[in-house]
């Protein structure tokens, strides 16, 4: 059978899920927040990654309802943490484009209480190319709900530096490629301190994902980043685990 077909119905048969991997702020050493990240566990299939399903999930539309069912998901979950920790959501090039995204963003903010300005969203480079000119408006009406926008995957795409300086973002995501791979290491740092000095500069924060080791965290924390992502801090946990996991992390 399809994947598309058992996608279909993965929504109603209730499943989807999803994970919550920490960030945590280098200056405070305290987590600042989580990444909603979604699994699917497909009866007949087993899990499925995100990288098969949501390609098809795009191609198909389906991915429509299942951004929504994410982004609700997890602003409600967040409304429920015991702190006001950001939440950050991946939102693909489909969802962007799409005229209702700003007011799903409004409607589930208003279902679940959240304060938006604890909601993030992670857009990558190619949401903005295939955007275009739509891409600043949309930009600008979410964070003037108070929505935070982070450019997620930083430098594995087009990468124009021109987004950086044309586009709002609170918060640049450096790609996990430079920060652990060892193969090319003077240049991956080069590029992760250059990356971390140009947020500074512009006034974003910026995160360095995949960091795995207590090496790469003080790498990438002399190299100025200012918050950190990766499995060295944990793995993304189930939401009934984020309680333990904060009051363990204190
Ligand atoms: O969690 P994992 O490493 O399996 O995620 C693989 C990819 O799937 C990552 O690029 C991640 O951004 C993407 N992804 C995870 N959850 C979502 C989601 O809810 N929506 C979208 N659009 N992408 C997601
Ligand atoms: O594209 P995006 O940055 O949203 O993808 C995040 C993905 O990276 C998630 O699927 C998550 O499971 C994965 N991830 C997070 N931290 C690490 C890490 O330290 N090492 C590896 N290999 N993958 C990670
Ligand atoms: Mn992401
Ligand atoms: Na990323």
Same mark, same amino acid.
């Given at each position: 059978r399809a994947l598309e077909t058992d996608l279909r119905r993965a929504l109603a048969l209730r499943e989807f899920s999803l994970v919550y991997q920490p960030q945590v702020n280098l200056q405070s050493r305290r987590v600042a927040g989580f990444e909603a990240l979604l699994r699917w566990r497909c009866p007949r299939r087993g899990p499925v990654s995100p990288l098969d399903f949501i390609p098809?999930?795009?191609?198909?539309? =389906?991915?429509?309802? =299942?951004?929504?069912?994410?982004? $609700?998901?997890?602003? $409600?979950?967040?409304?429920?943490?015991?702190?006001?920790?950001t939440v950050a959501v991946n939102i693909s090039a489909i969802q962007f484009t799409n005229r209702s995204l700003v007011a799903t963003v409004v409607s589930a903010i208003a279902d679940s209480g959240l304060d938006p300005r604890r909601l993030e969203l992670e857009i990558t480079e190619s949401v903005m190319l295939d955007a275009r000119g739509n891409a600043l408006a949309v930009l600008q009406q979410l964070r003037g709900l108070g929505v935070r926008v982070s450019l997620d995957d930083f430098g594995t795409g087009y990468s124009s530096l021109g987004y950086l300086r044309s586009f709002p973002f609170d918060k640049i995501k450096i790609d996990q490629s430079f920060v652990r791979e060892?193969?090319?290491? $003077?240049?991956? $740092?080069?590029?992760?301190?250059? =990356?971390?000095s140009l947020g500074a500069s512009l006034g974003m924060a910026t995160v360095a994902e995949g960091v795995e080791t207590e090496d790469q965290l003080a790498r990438v924390a002399a190299d100025g980043c200012t918050d950190v992502q990766g499995y060295l801090i944990s793995r993304p946990i189930p939401p009934g685990e984020i309680e333990h996991f904060l009051a363990e992390s204190r």
């Open positions: 098809i999930a795009e191609e198909t539309g =389906i991915i429509g309802p =299942i951004g929504e069912w994410v982004l $609700r998901t997890a602003c $409600r979950d967040a409304a429920s943490w015991p702190g006001d920790y060892a193969s090319d290491d $003077r240049g991956n $740092r080069a590029i992760v301190r250059a =990356i971390a």
